[in-house]
């Protein structure tokens, strides 16, 4: 016999999650701290006295007291288990009642595929058989969407595999990017909330290049300390003082070569050297002005990192787009994944792509030789006869939110 209890302790639930195949950072009971502005219900699903199942729940108000119950991937369940995922699905119902709400919305870590980048795409023909196993419990499956925008949480993600990770395995540009930034002086650190304020400040910095908006200081800050000991930032930065000490330094050998030049030296020779003095006397221009500004060690690129459970997800990334030039990005999350694995994780989610694997996230990410993951999507559960009208507000009001 199953049966279900509600405010499960967060030691129960987290055990459960990491020691199943569906290990996300999302189904950790600390979530739903970050997410406080919901409410909150953990859910344990027995057979007999054996935990069998378990849904982090979170709870939306909606107008006129009712809500929308969203468990972000998961539950976390067998779901090849028949008769578990339909007792599951009707004890959803009955909790759904309790806080009033008119539908129940589910993204479980399924996949629909996976791939290596310029391999065969392997799709997982079990997931087929599960999403008509829960549409025959009287759920809407939104299914393979094509746009990032109309799902809460990416349907495709770059993930990269430790298995798969080794700087000698990646491309030849991205092992040359990173070799440059290493080569101009660029330093990487790894830090928590010693390294906030540089890093909350490449964030503004991204907010404003992509006009969008992201989150600020307190919210990173929160990430960090609620996830205290299993989170931390990778940040890449450059001394300009003595990064002008070595460009002050190739120009000085530069210019005793040209000395040495003449008639006979070949054209292509001096112009090469003419060419490498501009170059260097442009940055050396370029260092100067900032410098004259008061900077000296300036912040260029940084990630914000969360563990659970043997898992790794870059949650946030910002760069200083004027720095561009010294590539520390590529370096920085490089360094961002190393790092995970060096601490123990199996995988290192860098985050949502574009569902049409073409576009600037999916070709920055692509340069790690991350496994590409396509989630099987959202499920809507009905819970009131006001549904249809309640989703089509929702989807609406969807569309609006991703036109801003």
């Given amino acids: ?85 339909s007792y599951v699905i009707q004890s959803l119902k009955k909790i759904a009642k309790q806080y009033k709400a008119l539908f129940v919305k589910f993204d479980p870590s399924l996949f629909l595929s996976k791939h290596l980048i310029g391999q065969e795409n392997m799709v997982t023909t079990d997931v087929q058989a599960i999403i008509e196993t829960l549409t025959k419990e009287g759920i809407e499956w939104t299914g393979p969407t094509s746009d990032m925008g109309e799902n809460i949480q990416p349907r495709f993600q770059a993930n990269i595999h430790k298995d798969f990770f080794n700087e000698q395995d990646l491309s030849k540009s991205t092992r040359q ?18 390294l906030l304020e540089d890093f909350s400040s490449l964030m503004k910095k991204t907010e404003a290049r992509k006009s969008i908006h992201l989150r600020g200081r307190d919210y990173y800050e929160k990430l960090l300390t609620t996830y205290q000991g299993q989170s931390y930032i990778t940040l890449s930065s450059l001394d300009l003082v003595e990064r002008k000490a070595m460009l002050t330094n190739d120009l000085k050998k530069n210019k005793a070569e040209a000395e040495k030049f003449t008639e006979k030296t070949k054209p292509g ?67 961002t994944a190393q790092h995970a694995f060096d601490r123990g994780a199996s995988w290192q989610n860098m985050g949502g792509i574009e569902n049409s694997l073409d576009g600037g996230l999916y070709h920055f990410k692509s340069k790690f030789n991350p496994v590409i993951e396509e989630f099987v999507g959202e499920f809507n559960l009905p819970t009131s006869t006001l549904y249809p009208l309640v989703n089509k507000a929702y989807k609406i009001r969807k569309k609006l939110r991703n036109k801003q």
């Fill in 177 to 194: 990017a990173i070799r440059t930034a290493r080569n101009k002086g660029i330093q990487v650190q790894f830090g928590e909330t010693e």
């Fill in 269 to 335: 020779k001096v112009e090469n050297n003419q060419k490498e003095k501009e170059r260097l006397e442009e940055e050396l221009q370029f260092l100067e002005q900032h410098l004259q500004a008061g900077r000296q060690v300036v912040p260029l690129s940084g990630t914000l990192t969360l563990e659970f459970g043997g898992t790794s997800e870059n949650v946030y990334a910002g760069m200083d787009e004027e720095f561009r030039r010294y590539q520390p990005a590529i370096l920085t999350w490089y360094e």
């Fill in 1 to 85: 016999m199953y049966h279900y209890q509600l405010g499960i302790s967060a030691t129960e639930h987290d055990n459960f999650v990491i020691q199943s195949d569906q290990t996300n950072l999302l189904q950790s009971s600390s979530w739903a701290k970050i997410k406080d502005n919901w409410g909150n219900e953990r859910v344990g699903f027995y057979q007999e006295d054996q935990l069998v199942a378990v849904a982090n729940i979170l709870i939306q108000p909606l107008p006129l007291g009712f809500s929308m119950l969203y468990i972000p991937r998961g539950p976390i369940m067998d779901y090849q288990n028949k008769e578990l995922v």
